[in-house]
């Protein structure tokens, strides 16, 4: 089945102009080399053990007893496709249907018996495989790394959830992407996605809602606690035009605009204190976009 995926999604790339594709162990496999090698598309990728179509390889108490590097290979001579073992931390499987072993490089790896850098043999097919993936496997990593966890027998709802992730990372790697063509300093994942959570809660509306049910009892006094440096809102609930009305402080906080000066005022949507006197207005100032 997983075969027939990719069989399914390049019906529409041209055939013999030597398209590399590069595949995880959940779609490669012995049969899938030769299908695409047939329509004149290169592929490399690692594959599991199950689909090793009977070709028998060094086990792993053997590659371990080698060292770090060591590996094992085996070309069918008929399709010409080859198989490889390679142990680095752990044995993995590759399979391809034009990259073979050759030339063998060092890389630099950690070693942690050593506590230093060593240098560990990696045929060609490993640096092929490890140059040019990275679209699904690293696009599943930045999922897994904040995902929205849901529970409950409405399957459907992780779908969507899952989707919602995916959109988020992928707006991720374009914005990543347009600092590193203005060599401009990215944000973090998680900054970025907790700016979309806020400009969804808090763009277009009024005022902030209050969870639960409104309490009876007489609320407690204010108790003494250090004043927090309250963060500066996202660009889309900053300059949305929609609710920024100011209030009065009991306490005189600095200017979140200026810095310079001190205030009783501030904007009850952003919750920042803002200057807004006859000599200046930091309030306006700081909710109009500057072109």
């Known amino acids: 089945m997983s075969g027939s995926v990719v069989m399914r999604l390049v019906d529409d790339l041209p055939k013999h102009q030597n398209h590399k594709l590069f595949v995880d162990n959940w779609f490669a496999s012995y049969d899938l080399a030769v299908e695409l090698k047939k329509l004149g598309i290169c592929m490399v990728g690692t594959v599991r053990k199950n689909r090793l179509a009977g070709c028998s390889l060094q086990t792993d ?11 094992d290979y ?5 399709e010409n496709i080859m198989l490889l073992k390679w142990y680095d931390n752990k044995t993995v499987h590759l399979i391809s249907n034009y990259k073979s072993q050759e030339p063998i490089e060092n890389v630099r790896r ?53 989707l919602i992730n995916m959109a988020c990372v992928n707006a991720w790697l374009w914005y990543r992407r347009h600092c590193d063509q203005k060599n401009e300093k990215y944000r973090p994942l998680l900054d970025f996605v907790c700016d979309i959570a806020a400009g969804l809660l808090k763009r277009g509306t009024n005022e902030a809602r209050k969870r639960g049910r409104p309490s009876e009892s007489p ?28 209030e009065h402080l009991a306490d005189k906080s600095r200017c979140k605009l200026c810095i310079k000066s001190y205030s009783r005022t501030k904007c009850g949507k952003c919750n920042v204190s803002l200057c807004l006197n006859k000599e200046k207005n930091c309030f306006k100032d700081f909710h109009v976009k500057l072109l």
């Open 61 to 71: 108490a053997s590659l371990i007893k080698s060292g770090r590097g060591s590996y």
């Open 219 to 246: 609320k407690p006094g204010p108790s003494k606690k250090r004043v927090e440096k309250a963060p500066c809102p996202v660009a889309d609930v900053r300059y949305d035009g929609v609710g920024h009305w100011p």
């Open 110 to 162: 950690w070693s942690v018996a050593a506590k230093q850098y060593v240098n560990v043999p990696r045929p060609a097919i490993v640096k092929e495989y490890n140059t040019l993936m990275g679209g699904v496997d690293l696009h599943d990593m930045l999922v897994e790394l904040y995902r929205t966890n849901i529970k409950g027998r409405r399957f459907y709802l992780r779908i969507i959830f899952h």
């Open 74 to 78: 085996r070309v069918e001579t008929n």
